[in-house]
């Protein structure tokens, strides 16, 4: 069950990039995560999985958003057939302070996670960006974590 919980979460990661208002973040990248997840059983084979993760964004060097603190929260529904559907959201802040937000989703359907981005406050605000992630999940008998790679559509 634990396994099939971490398995779930790699519907949620964690993504940023696109054409914003002040700077452009088309790019490419990885969100680096710890992470909690509880699953609460609807039926045989039938879950709903809560995960929450917290972590850094790791890009170019020379990004603004390289660094940047995120937190991200998910939900993903497993049906007995073991298809799934997933959604969930991603809060960034860059060194500056200025934030972003993802909204991200995935089914069993979908070879890569979907996510699209929009800016809140400072040189992101008004901007807009999609793109694709693919979740790994390094979690262990010690703790929950993983690795989101990124991409923004060109």
């Not at 007995?80 to 959604?87: L, V």
């Not at 972003?100 to 359907?109: E, G, L, P, V």
């Not at 605000?125 to 999609?130: L, P, S, V, W």
Request: net charge neutral; charged share 20%.
């Amino acid at each position: 069950m634990r396994r099939l919980a971490l398995f779930a979460t790699s519907t949620i990661f964690f993504v940023s990039g696109g054409a914003w208002a002040q700077v452009d973040m088309r790019s490419s990248g990885y969100n680096v995560l710890t992470c909690e997840a509880s699953v609460m059983e609807l039926e045989e084979g039938h879950m709903v999985i809560s995960w929450k993760g917290r972590g850094i964004q790791i890009s170019f060097p020379d990004k603004p958003w390289h660094m940047s603190q995120l937190e991200c929260v998910s939900t993903t529904e497993i049906f007995p057939d073991k298809s799934f559907k997933s959604s969930g959201f991603c809060s960034h802040a860059d060194r500056d302070g200025d934030k972003w937000i993802n909204r991200t989703s995935q089914d069993s359907s979908m070879p890569k996670g979907r996510f699209q981005a929009t800016g809140i406050s400072g040189k992101y605000k008004g901007g807009h960006d999609a793109g694709t992630f693919v979740y790994t999940d390094l979690s262990s008998a010690t703790g929950c974590r993983g690795v989101a790679s990124w991409e923004s559509d060109r």
